[in-house]
């Protein structure tokens, strides 16, 4: 009789266990962008890096006219 009681409140923790995991929302951060000139192409990449915790890839070929860019990918 002791072992059924056992195995049926165990069972009951497990129910109650599981059904709370599932009912909690999950959420992802997003990708978010920013872009201002740049100067150096190293600039650039530690700017983002320090400024946002991200990735900064630089816009090496433009226009003469047109500054160059740095893009910067981070979570927000």
């Not at 009681?5 to 069972?11: N, Q």
């Not at 997003?30 to 600039?43: A, G, I, L, Q």
């Amino acid at each position: 009789m002791v072992k059924v009681s056992t195995i049926i409140l165990f069972l009951l923790f497990l129910i109650v266990f599981i059904s709370d995991e599932k009912t909690m929302p999950k959420t992802e951060a997003k990708d978010c962008h920013k872009t201002w000139n740049f100067k150096r192409e190293n600039r650039c990449r530690e700017d983002c890096r320090n400024q946002y915790n991200g990735m900064g890839l630089c816009d090496l070929y433009t226009a003469p006219s047109v500054p160059k860019q740095c893009f910067c990918a981070y979570k927000c």
